[in-house]
């Protein structure tokens, strides 16, 4: 027996491709809008029998209907919504919908939603698809958009996203320009200074895990420029004492500089990672015994 679902969608198709008739412009119109009723109908049928993949399926065909009578408004909600479907199993498809969502907001010059699509994109890539270096683009994607919007906050949200991604995927130049970039938006509010210490921290950390100590040390020295406080943080002095450990290739100093760091101030995972993997570039000193 089939379910609702089946019955609503099979009348749906039926409508959709039935003859115009004699008054062709007119009645296609209304035959494109009564298909797409009974597509978004099978699609919440599905939804409330937990068949994800066929709702989302349905939600594109309204979609598609939507367009036929250039209701792109209508078409970016119904694929929008597919997305949502599609999220529970299909992530790749979840993607396909809200790329055709992000275009057809972007016709329509609403920029922020598309934005918002980017920013869903990214956390779909980075949590149900394990797609770290998609989830960076859609992160920085949505970044530029914001920030072309003014959303400053929005924007630095995603930027900071970008970063530690692109820092855990080894692209320390690409992590540092962001970083760097969020530290010279928060300068300018009392509201966000607090935390250019954190993103100074990160940006030089990243410089490290270059292997460049003289760019390193270059970077901490800009950062002191931009914002003078920063050298009494705690962040700047650790930053200064694993340059120089890590410059003398002392991996004892640079784990006792960590663990007294850490013992305050407790490492996340981000940072240990990349500690870690700074750590592993240090240069042993040959054995004297």
Known sequence: MSSQGDQLRQKADKKASSSSGFSFFSSSTAKFEEAHDLYQSAGN???????????????????????KNDEKDDAANDFWTASKSYKKSHPELAVAALQR?????KEKGR???????????????????GDMAGALEA???AGNIYSNEDATASANACY???????ATLGQYPRAIEHFEK??????????????????????????LATGDVVSTKRAIDNYTSAD?????????QF???????????????????????????????????????????????????
């Open 45 to 67: 049928a599905y939804k409330m029998d937990n068949m994800h993949k066929e709702a989302g399926d349905c939600f594109c065909k309204a979609a598609e209907m939507a367009l």
């Open 101 to 105: 969502t992000i275009q057809l907001y």
């Open 111 to 129: 920029f922020r939603q598309a934005a918002d699509r980017h920013k869903e994109i990214a956390a779909i890539l980075q949590q149900e698809g």
């Open 139 to 141: 992160y920085e994607a």
């Open 160 to 166: 900071k996203e970008a970063a530690e991604i692109a």
């Open 182 to 207: 969020v530290a010279q938006q928060s300068l300018g509010s009392a509201l966000t200074r607090y935390g250019v210490k954190e993103h100074y921290l990160k940006a030089g950390m990243c410089w």
């Open 228 to 236: 003078p406080s920063f050298a009494t943080t705690r962040e700047c």
């Open 239 to 289: 930053l200064n004492g694993i340059t120089e450990a890590f410059d003398a290739g002392d991996a004892e100093g640079f784990t006792a500089h960590v663990a007294e760091f850490d013992r305050l101030t407790r490492l996340d995972n981000w940072k240990t990672s990349l500690l870690l993997t700074i750590k592993r570039g240090i240069a042993e000193e040959p054995s004297l015994t």
